[in-house]
């Protein structure tokens, strides 16, 4: 059971970025998944959630807006697309899965979450 997120890199401000998630030994079609991030120095933090049953999202407050999660249960993926990046965007960004789908209160925590990602690098810089 893998998860590998991926499509970091560095991009100027109001600028985007598409991260993936690649699931493999197992059917992501069941999963809900949570996008987390972690900045230097800062515990890591919830930035979205889509479920596995009608594709139901939420997302921080912070990124509410500027971010969409998606999904491709046929390639086994999910996305993670990031408009308008702010310099406070940049950190280590982790996709998870945990079998859905999770209740609201629980969605953007790490807790409920079995399955991670390694971590895909972020930077917003000019």
């Known amino acids: 059971v893998q998860l590998q997120a991926s499509g970091g890199g560095l991009v100027q401000p109001g600028g985007s970025l598409r991260l993936s998630c690649k699931a493999s030994?197992?059917?992501?079609?069941?999963?809900?998944i949570g996008w987390f991030r972690q900045a230097p120095g800062k515990e890591r933090e919830g930035v979205s959630y889509?479920?596995?049953?009608?594709?139901?999202?939420y997302y921080s407050n912070f990124v509410k807006g500027r971010f969409t999660a998606s999904r491709d249960d046929a390639k086994n993926m999910a996305f993670l697309q990031m408009d308008n990046l702010e310099p406070e965007d940049t950190a280590v960004y982790y996709c998870?899965?945990?079998?859905?789908?999770?209740?609201?209160?629980?969605?953007?925590?790490?807790?409920?979450?079995?399955?991670w990602g390694q971590g895909t690098q972020v930077t917003v810089s000019s």
């Open positions: 998870a899965a945990e079998l859905g789908p999770l209740d609201s209160d629980y969605a953007l925590k790490q807790d409920p979450y079995d399955y």
């Open positions: 030994g197992f059917t992501l079609e069941y999963f809900a």
């Open positions: 889509i479920s596995d049953v009608d594709q139901t999202t």
